[in-house]
């Protein structure tokens, strides 16, 4: 806050106290700070975390539903995995009141594809600091060389790593 420059407390002497008003976001704010001597001594660096609870503050939701039931290799069907998302956002919807705005992006069966989930993240993008994010994959996943992939409506079984969405992408 203060930076290099810092507040001068050398009219405190030996003990004291001060006190500053600081601007802190809403959540967790992580203050640190130290001390230089008239030597030029620093102290070692202190850590602390303030949370700030702003109650006229309502952030927004950004909910990013994924299912699917309908696979391109028809014996990976499920039953129900397409609506778990549109069953999530209908209890979302209800708890509404605690956002600002609940957006949501709801990808099911053929629209799951590997293309659309990594575009996906262009509405995640969207979202403030502040903002809360909530992120559902419902289906098939497979660990295929010790790496996690969720599979997409569109998938390869014959090529699972390029036509998958990895752990690492999601």
């Known amino acids: 806050l203060f930076g290099e420059d810092g507040v001068d407390i050398a009219y405190l002497g030996k003990k004291g106290e001060i006190e500053l008003n600081l601007l802190l976001r809403t959540g967790e704010n992580r203050i640190q700070l130290?001390?230089?001597?008239?030597?030029?001594?620093?102290s070692e660096l202190a850590t602390f975390s303030i949370v700030y609870v702003n109650e006229q503050y309502k952030c927004n939701l950004y909910f990013l539903g994924i299912g699917v039931s309908k696979y391109n290799v028809s014996n990976?069907?499920?039953q129900f995995a397409a609506k778990d998302p549109t069953d999530?956002?209908?209890?979302i919807t209800v708890a509404q009141k605690i956002y600002s705005k609940v957006n949501h992006l709801l990808l099911s069966d053929a629209e799951a594809t590997q293309e659309a989930i990594l575009n996906s993240i262009k509405f995640l993008e969207q979202a403030e600091i502040d903002d809360?994010?909530?992120?559902?994959?419902?289906?098939?996943?497979?660990?295929?060389?010790?790496d996690y992939y969720f599979l997409p409506s569109d998938f390869k079984a014959s090529d699972i790593e390029n036509s998958s969405i990895s752990f690492g992408q999601i």
Do not use: A, M
């Open 76 to 78: 990976y069907n499920l």
């Open 88 to 91: 999530l956002l209908r209890e």
């Open 132 to 146: 809360h994010v909530i992120i559902l994959f419902s289906g098939h996943g497979i660990v295929k060389n010790l």
């Open 34 to 42: 130290s001390c230089v001597d008239k030597n030029g001594s620093r």
